[in-house]
């Protein structure tokens, strides 16, 4: 059975940072890609970033430039590095591997 367990939500004001991490109870992380998902209230879930087995990375239009995607293989670990954050990143995180979904972290983003 796969866990993973997110952390590093929070509440921050506008133009802040954030530092979502990961974590995976096996390896599973370096022999897939791993992405980071958002829903918003009464939205649906959409993709923010991923990251390959190699670390080749992509991201969403509306985040590209101020989110980062990192993995630490040693550690099972994916990162997520948000900086100039904006209302409209409000929403629960998710990361995802293979089909497996963790809890999710909220994230929110004040005026």
């Known amino acids: 059975q796969v866990q993973l367990v997110e952390s590093g939500g929070g509440l921050v004001q506008a133009g802040g940072s954030l530092r979502l991490s990961c974590a995976a109870s096996?390896?599973?992380?370096?022999?897939?890609?791993v992405g980071w998902y958002r829903q918003a209230p009464g939205k649906e879930r959409e993709l923010v970033a991923g990251i390959t087995s190699g670390g080749l990375t992509n991201y969403a239009d509306p985040v590209k430039g101020r989110f980062t995607i990192s993995r630490n293989n040693a550690k099972n670990t994916v990162f997520l590095q948000m900086n100039s954050l904006k209302p409209e990143d409000t929403a629960v995180y998710y990361c995802?591997?293979?089909?497996?979904w963790g809890q999710g972290t909220q994230v929110t983003v004040s005026l």
């Open positions: 096996t390896i599973i992380f370096r022999l897939n890609h």
């Open positions: 995802r591997v293979a089909h497996y």
